[in-house]
């Protein structure tokens, strides 16, 4: 017998096994074996814990062409198929919002300052419009009287040296102010607003201690002629305070920042507080005669008061970081008749 381990014995052997292969695939039918297996049993075989062990995510996503995955989704088909409905109804809106804090998200968006800045512009806007008004009123008085008393409105001064200025247009037309002299009209609403907030301002403070000494002491404030001489004074004397301690400290008092006018020395520098003081003790006298102390105002190049003179003070347009303005129609015409002289 011979053994035949040539060169030609491997070939032979594919030869014989590729073609007994090819005799039992065709023999084989793959729908008969798939119909045998029992695929709820094969599954019930797999551990998938140990399955996902063994599987790396990164390199799952290192060979996904995310580009490519999202081309081929077909996102409105996808939306079509959500139930938007059904998705609402399973969201718990009320625990969705006791989550969320509201006073947080509000201070984060800026919310407050929003409003705040909102609120502070449009009631500064309003102001500034009655303010326009009244200064208007002012240049129409102003030179009313100057031309009755037969001088020339364009002769006469404007503003302090250190606050000279010529007065500016701006955008709309409207005649800038600022550090101008303050005309009568505007002087005179100060004056009576003024005198409002301090009355109703002491009369609450004499309510006030009037009900502690009386409840918590027992002690009544006399009514004969000893009290109304202390409340004469006591009157005198907070009224002094009041326009005082708001001119040495800001330049106006309450009533003179809602008009929209200030107080500084002559030459537009801000007024001491000694030469506040003077002012203030003369200010009853301006009262006495029919207010003849303020006539000045109306007919002084400075439109100075007898209480001005005394404290060496001239009252001015200020509006704090707004500028004081007049009406466009009302710089129109004063430049016009400007113009005419």
Request: aromatic residues 8%; charged residues 20%; proline residues 4%.
């Amino acid at each position: 017998m011979t053994n035949d381990t040539g060169p030609n014995s491997g070939s032979l052997f594919s030869k014989v096994f590729s073609r007994a292969t090819g005799v039992v695939v065709d023999a084989v039918d793959p729908d008969t074996i798939i119909d045998q297996v029992d695929v709820n049993a094969l599954m019930d075989r797999v551990d998938v814990n140990a399955l996902l062990d063994r599987v790396d995510p990164q390199v799952i996503l290192d060979n996904v062409d995310v580009n490519a995955l999202m081309d081929r989704v077909d996102v409105d088909a996808l939306l079509d198929r959500v139930d938007v409905n059904a998705l609402m109804d399973r969201v718990d809106v009320d625990a969705l919002l006791d989550r969320v804090d509201v006073k947080d998200l509000t201070d984060r968006a800026g919310i407050p300052d929003i409003v705040r800045e909102s609120t502070g512009a449009l009631a500064g806007s309003a102001m500034d419009v009655v303010r326009r008004q009244i200064v208007a009123v002012d240049q129409i008085v102003e030179r009313t009287i100057y031309r009755l008393l037969r001088r020339d409105p364009s002769v006469r001064p404007t503003a302090p040296p250190a606050l000279e200025a010529t007065m500016g247009v701006d955008a709309d037309g409207r005649g800038q102010l600022t550090g101008h002299y303050a005309g009568p009209v505007s002087r005179i609403l100060g004056v009576v607003l003024d005198s409002v907030i301090a009355s109703f301002a002491f009369l609450f403070m004499v309510f006030g201690v009037s009900f502690v000494l009386n409840y918590l002491f027992s002690i009544q404030l006399g009514t004969e002629w000893e009290g109304a001489l202390l409340g004469l004074f006591l009157a005198g004397l907070w009224t002094f305070l009041y326009h005082w301690v708001g001119i040495a400290l800001a330049g106006r008092t309450i009533g003179m920042g809602v008009i929209g006018v200030s107080v500084v020395a002559r030459d537009g520098t801000p007024i001491s507080a000694r030469r506040a003081a003077v002012r203030q003790l003369v200010y009853p006298i301006s009262f006495m005669f029919f207010g003849l102390g303020f006539l000045g105002m109306f007919i002084s190049p400075e439109r100075r008061t007898l209480h001005d003179a005394a404290g060496g003070s001239v009252v001015v347009y200020y509006w704090g970081d707004r500028p004081a303005e007049m009406p466009a129609p009302i710089t129109k015409w004063l430049d016009q008749h400007g113009a005419e002289a």
